[in-house]
C-alpha cells in the first residue's frame, strides 16, 4: 500500500519504478516513531543487478518485453504465468571459509541452478565474489538453499 502510494504521488505512469523503505526501530526527530516507514530511495528505474532477470526466472515471464508492450502498443495486462516459482540469490565472499564446494553445491542444485557466476570485481564488497541463483517451488527451499551456498 506504502508503494502504490508513493507511486500515485509521483505521478508515476507507464514505467519501471524501484523504491525502498525502512522501518524505524527507535524514533527519530523529524522522520517518525518506532515502526514508521521512511523511503530510502525512490527511482524511476528497474531494481538493479539480476532483480529483473529474477522477476522472469519467478514468474516464467519477460518484465522487458512486458514494458516494450505497455510502452509501444499500450497494453497494460500481465500475462498469466505458466509457474511459480521463488527465485533466490546466494553469493559468497572472499575471506570466509565455507562448508561445501562449488561443485556441492552444484551436484545438490545445479538442476534449480539459473545463474551462477564471479561477479565483477568491482561488486565483491556488496554482493559477493561468487554468485548462486536458483529458482525453487518454496520458501522454505530457499532458506535451504541460502544455508547451504553460505554455510
Not at 512486458?66 to 502498443?73: G, L, N, R, S, T
Not at 564446494?101 to 561477479?119: S, W
Request: proline letters at 5%; a neutral charge; aromatic letters at 14%.
Amino acid at each position: 500500500m506504502l508503494g502504490r502510494k508513493t507511486v500515485k504521488a509521483f505521478g508515476v505512469d507507464r514505467r519501471f519504478v524501484h523504491l525502498e523503505f525502512f522501518r524505524l526501530t527507535a524514533p527519530r526527530k523529524g522522520l517518525g516513531g518506532i515502526g514508521d516507514f521512511v523511503a530510502l530511495e525512490v527511482n524511476m528505474r528497474p531494481a538493479g543487478g539480476y532483480t529483473p532477470d529474477m522477476m522472469d526466472f519467478a514468474h516464467s515471464t519477460d518484465v522487458y518485453r512486458i514494458y516494450a508492450d505497455m510502452v509501444a502498443f499500450d497494453k497494460k495486462l500481465l500475462p498469466e504465468p505458466a509457474e511459480h516459482f521463488y527465485c533466490v540469490y546466494a553469493s559468497r565472499k572472499d575471506g570466509h571459509t565455507y562448508a561445501r564446494t562449488h561443485g556441492e553445491i552444484m551436484d545438490r542444485y545445479g538442476a534449480c541452478m539459473v545463474m551462477q557466476e564471479e561477479m565483477p570485481p568491482m561488486n565483491w564488497p556488496q554482493m559477493g565474489r561468487y554468485m548462486y541463483t536458483a529458482k525453487l517451488r518454496t520458501f522454505g527451499e530457499t532458506e535451504e538453499f541460502i544455508r547451504w551456498v553460505q554455510g
